[in-house]
C-alpha cells in the first residue's frame, strides 16, 4: 500500500510541476503580449501627438497666408489693374436655353 501511495505521489507532483510549468509560459506569453501591445499603444500616442503638433504649425502658416491674401486682394481695384493693362471682361455672347430644357429646371432634374 506504501508503495502505490508514494508512486501516486509521484505521479501527481510530476503533474503538478508540468501544470505549473504551463501556468508560467502562459504568463510569460501573456506578459510578452502585453508588453508589445503597450509598446504599440505608445508609439502610436506619440506618433499621433506629432502629426497634431504639424497640423497646428500647418493651420497657423495657412492662417498666415489666407491673412496675407486679404491684405493684397483689398489692395485691388479696377484702377490698379488698369494700371498693369488689365480690362474688366465683357460677356460676347450668351448661350441660350431651349424652353424643353427650362421645364426639364423647374422639375429638378438637370444634371
Known sequence: M???IVNTAGH???HRAKLTFA???ACAVAAI???VNLYTLISH???MQKMESQAAV???AIGKLDA???RISSKITPDS???YGLVPGHVSMYITRPAATANLVSLGNEL
Do not use: Q, W
Open 2 to 4: 506504501k508503495r502505490v
Open 12 to 14: 501527481i507532483s510530476d
Open 23 to 25: 501556468i508560467m509560459g
Open 33 to 35: 503580449f502585453y508588453a
Open 45 to 47: 500616442t506619440v506618433a
Open 58 to 60: 500647418l493651420g497657423s
Open 68 to 70: 496675407e491674401y486679404l
Open 81 to 83: 489693374l488698369a494700371s
